[in-house]
């Protein structure tokens, strides 16, 4: 009973778009097709025909026959794959697996080649079906997992939507129905990727009726709802299509008599009655299924027990030689029924009859899916075999050529890598080259330089040293003038010696410090003290920061080196920067150590203070009017 309700929801899902009858529009069509070209106007014309003419299967053929040589005439791959699609949906109604396989053979084929997945899913869903009628259920499970991969491969949504309806199909037959549930809930979530109101519709009409057999009210009623309001929106859009949708309507007025007639609405239950009577249709089984079905029930609550066995009769009349599973179902409602009327001797005769009926056929079912597996694993085992043979075949094959090719590759690489080592030990030398090059240019630099710097002070102590040690007469301010100068060059000298010295210790990394916890406010505010002393203006703003771990010595060295030695106004600011860790920044301006033309002794106190900055994990810049360093918190 579960594929007649299924296949009821789905009977008219493509007629929604009709918006006059069938004979106008066909003889519409006809005379556009007489006067079009060939063109796909053509195409379209011949398509839309094929479309109003399903429900005669030979003029479906013919116009189906007529698209596919005008498509392949004019080589559309599209209404080519359409073509395939139709023929399918034609052999399918005729439980033709045979004829369907080749058709899908021939749309496989060139829907991959020109992309048209969409076209291809519908084709595979009416194979996989056609397994599922035949009872071949492991092989429908086998396909419809191998298309779901391809589809999430391809990213399609629309082809996972077919897959999870076909496994939805599977389930519900093979009584496994949570998991049919959660296939047709995650189809009707990814429904809404899309915008193909056919697909959300035929969705719904699978959840009605799952949720229906599987007696959970609450959602049956909710997605009654969801299909109630679409209609009747797609009605209030296009008025014309309420005779297409009138099937429709007959369904959900019924399914809403049958819930509200177990819940005891009868009043409710009477008016979707009057309804579903309004829109009956006699001219189809399933809607003849359908209606007497839910009278049965319907008459079943309302006491009215003559009426529902004559419902029911009409049912089982229906469903004789179409489903054994379903006509079992209903008979099996008749036994039910005539206990309640009191009729047992008739009741249990049905009762027993299903009672083996039911057993036989879930065991039928259990069986043909153990002769299947049992078929499949046969199948597999000799292909593994096979397999096996020429996988052995082939790794002797693979492992030769892979010897070779290791061979070839080993004399590759160690020519590369001798090359390579030859290249480096060349770079490596030229570079050890120009380094000492370098080094002897700067050394030579630095020691003209620093023999300058020398010569000048140690020149101005010899000199007037031996004016003093002289018998020539002097008066004593120039006596004092001379042991002033004499001072001044010793002390310039004896500074730039140690500084010498501490650059030495620095390069060498033999200096040691004095590390402990600084507070820089307090430090710097010593410093900024003594500089005033000498009348150099300052602008400072120092917040509280806090304590940095360094040598206070050699900090206020560094202070002292860029403020004492500044000329004019000095501007120190300091700031608190975040990268990396926090560190403080200290920016000096006007500092005579930021010359544009520094002399020796600035170049060597400016290296000094760079590497003590950096030992301690800060950095050192000097450039155009001002220094700025950093200190690690």
């Known amino acids: 009973m579960k594929k007649l309700i299924l296949l009821l929801y789905l009977l008219f899902a493509g007629m929604f778009y009709a918006f006059s009858t069938i004979s106008d529009v066909q003889r519409e069509l006809l005379r556009q097709l007489e006067v079009a070209g060939h063109d796909t106007l053509r195409l379209n014309i011949l398509d839309e025909l094929v479309g109003i003419n399903k429900q005669q299967p030979e003029a479906r053929a013919y116009y189906a026959g007529e698209l596919l040589k005008e498509a392949e005439w004019q080589k559309n791959s599209t209404f080519q794959c359409k073509a395939y699609l139709y023929f399918v949906f034609i052999e399918f109604n005729k439980r033709n697996i045979r004829a369907v396989k080749s058709w899908m053979q021939k749309l496989e084929l060139l829907a991959r080649r020109g992309k048209l997945y969409d076209i291809m899913w519908q084709g595979q869903q009416c194979y996989i079906e056609l397994l599922v009628l035949d009872e071949e259920y492991e092989?429908?499970?086998?396909?419809?997992?191998?298309?779901?991969?391809?589809?999430?491969?391809?990213?399609?949504?629309?082809?996972?939507i077919i897959a999870d309806i076909c496994l939805a199909g599977i389930y519900q037959t093979t009584f496994r129905g949570q998991e049919a549930t959660e296939a047709l809930e995650h189809a009707f979530a990814l429904s809404s990727k899309i915008d193909n109101e056919l697909t959300t519709t035929e969705?719904?009409?699978?959840?009605?009726?799952?949720?229906?057999?599987?007696?959970?009210?609450?959602?049956?009623?909710?997605?009654?709802?969801?299909?109630?309001?679409?209609?009747?929106?797609?009605?209030?859009?296009?008025?014309?299509?309420?005779?297409?949708?009138?099937?429709?309507?007959?369904?959900?007025?019924?399914?809403?008599?049958?819930?509200?007639?177990?819940?005891?609405?009868?009043?409710?239950?009477?008016?979707?009655k009057q309804l579903a009577d309004k829109y009956y249709i006699d001219e189809y089984v399933a809607y003849r299924f359908s209606y007497y079905m839910e009278l049965a029930v319907y008459y079943q609550v309302m006491g009215e027990l003559e009426n529902a066995s004559e419902a029911l009769d009409r049912v089982l009349g229906i469903l004789k030689g179409r489903s054994k599973k379903d006509y079992c179902a209903a008979l099996f409602m008749k036994g039910e029924l005539?206990?309640?009327?009191?009729?047992?001797?008739?009741?249990?005769?049905?009762?027993?009859?299903l009672l083996l009926a039911k057993d036989s056929l879930r065991i039928t079912v259990y069986n043909k899916q153990i002769g299947q597996l049992n078929e499949s694993y046969s199948i597999d085992s000799a292909l593994l075999m096979r397999s096996r043979i020429q996988s052995w075949f082939k790794l002797v094959v693979l492992g030769v050529i892979v010897l070779l090719i290791a061979i070839l590759l080993y004399f590759a690489l160690r020519f590369y890598y001798i090359q390579r080592c030859l290249n480096k030990s060349e770079k490596k030398i030229r570079k050890i080259a120009e380094d000492v090059n370098r080094a002897v240019r700067v050394k030579e630099r630095f020691l003209t330089n620093m023999s300058y710097a020398i010569r000048m002070p140690l020149g101005e102590v010899v000199r007037h040293s031996l004016l003093l040690a002289s018998d020539e007469p002097m008066d004593e301010a120039r006596r004092e003038k001379i042991v002033h100068i004499i001072s001044d060059s010793s002390t310039q000298l004896i500074a730039l010696v140690n500084n010498i010295l501490d650059l030495s210790r620095l390069e060498a990394g033999k200096m040691k410090f004095s590390v402990s916890e600084i507070d820089v406010k307090y430090l710097i505010q010593d410093v900024i003290g003594r500089a005033a002393v000498k009348d150099i203006q300052f602008n400072s703003a120092i917040p509280e920061y806090g304590k940095v771990n360094i040598d206070g010595m050699q900090l206020r060295q560094i202070l002292d080196s860029l403020l004492v030695l500044a000329d004019g106004a000095v501007f120190l600011r300091i700031n608190l920067e975040q990268s990396g860790g926090k560190f403080f920044v200290v920016t000096v301006t006007n500092s005579a150590l930021a010359s544009v033309e520094p002399t020796q002794e600035m170049i060597i106190r400016?290296?000094?203070?760079?590497?003590?900055?950096?030992?301690?994990?800060?950095?050192?810049?000097?450039?155009?009017?001002?220094i700025r360093f950093t200190l690690k918190i």
């Open 338 to 353: 005539l206990g309640k009327m009191g009729r047992y001797e008739e009741a249990l005769g049905i009762e027993k009859e």
């Open 606 to 626: 400016n290296e000094i203070n760079r590497m003590i900055i950096e030992y301690f994990g800060g950095e050192y810049e000097v450039r155009s009017g001002f």
């Open 203 to 272: 969705i719904i009409s699978y959840l009605i009726a799952h949720y229906r057999n599987m007696e959970n009210n609450s959602q049956w009623l909710k997605y009654l709802k969801i299909k109630e309001s679409w209609i009747k929106s797609l009605i209030k859009k296009h008025p014309q299509r309420k005779n297409a949708l009138k099937g429709d309507l007959l369904m959900i007025y019924l399914s809403y008599m049958r819930y509200y007639a177990l819940q005891n609405r009868l009043d409710l239950a009477g008016q979707y």
């Open 139 to 160: 092989l429908a499970e086998r396909e419809t997992q191998k298309m779901l991969k391809e589809a999430e491969n391809l990213n399609s949504v629309y082809g996972q």
